[in-house]
T-cell receptor, first 115, second 110 residues
Framework: GAVVSQHPSWVICKSGTSVKIECRSL??????MFWYRQFPKQSLMLMAT?????????EQGVEKDKFLINHASLTLSTLTVTSAHPEDSSFYIC???????????FGPGTRLTVT | GQSLEQPSEVTAVEGAIVQINCTYQ??????LSWYQQHDGGAPTFLSY??LDGLEETGRFSSFLSRSDSYGYLLLQELQMKDSASYFC???????????WGAGTKLIIKP
């Protein structure tokens, strides 16, 4: 159990458009969901933490108006990259937690390329 | 600030044993986790230590010493498929947020 899906797995979009990424916990209810971005050969950078029904908590330096997070249910969170620019190109990964211990289940990631 | 230190790269031979160390300085501590990430893929959970001591799961073991703010991941009987990056991460608070190390790239030679 504890499978997390992420859609789409890759997307190419033009500069100025918006892209929505979905993260779903398929066989469990996620207490908390996390959104990360990762640049090549670097560690994961936490962007925001979201709990169902409440506003996401963004990490310092992450623009909440640019990276909109909606956590509509215990199994679904979405990240929308608004007015995307080439510098937003990255690997975006979501994870979900269903409680202690500190095990986060990761989605397969979404590779975003903005041209 | 928060920091986790782990070696950037470790090289080992197939069939051998390798240890990846992690030291941390964080304002909170609920536990130390280890994750494996293959190139192009997402991280997968390996182990979690909340208390001092050794946790064993098959070929992988993880150790924690809270007094030393130190832990390690031990991989035995290395296989080529173990070539990946390994991240240590500290659970900071009751929201299960993790602070991540920079990752250790494990290179395995035949």
């Amino acid at each position: 159990g504890a499978v997390v899906s992420q859609h789409p797995s890759w997307v190419i979009c033009k500069s100025g458009t918006s892209v929505k990424i979905e993260c779903r916990s398929l066989d469990f209810q996620a207490t908390t969901m996390f959104w990360y971005r990762q640049f090549p050969k670097q560690s994961l950078m936490l962007m925001a933490t979201s709990n169902e029904g409440s506003k996401a908590t963004y990490e310092q330096g992450v623009e909440k108006d640019k990276f909109l997070i909606n956590h509509a249910s215990l199994t679904l969170s979405t990240l929308t990259v608004t007015s995307a620019h080439p510098e937003d190109s990255s690997f975006y990964i979501c994870s979900a937690s269903r409680g202690p211990p500190y095990e986060q289940y990761f989605g397969p990631g979404t590779r975003l390329t903005v041209t | 600030g928060q920091s986790l230190e782990q070696p950037s790269e470790v090289t080992a031979v197939e069939g051998a044993i390798v240890q990846i160390n992690c030291t941390y300085q964080t304002s909170g501590f609920y536990g130390l986790s280890w994750y494996q990430q293959h190139d192009g893929g997402a991280p997968t959970f390996l182990s979690y230590n909340a208390l001092d001591g050794l946790e064993e799961t098959g070929r992988f073991s993880s150790f924690l010493s809270r007094s030393d703010s130190y832990g390690y991941l031990l991989l035995q009987e290395l296989q080529m498929k173990d070539s990946a990056s390994y991240f240590c991460a500290v659970g900071m608070d009751s929201n299960y947020q993790l602070i991540w190390g920079a990752g250790t790239k494990l290179i395995i030679k035949p």
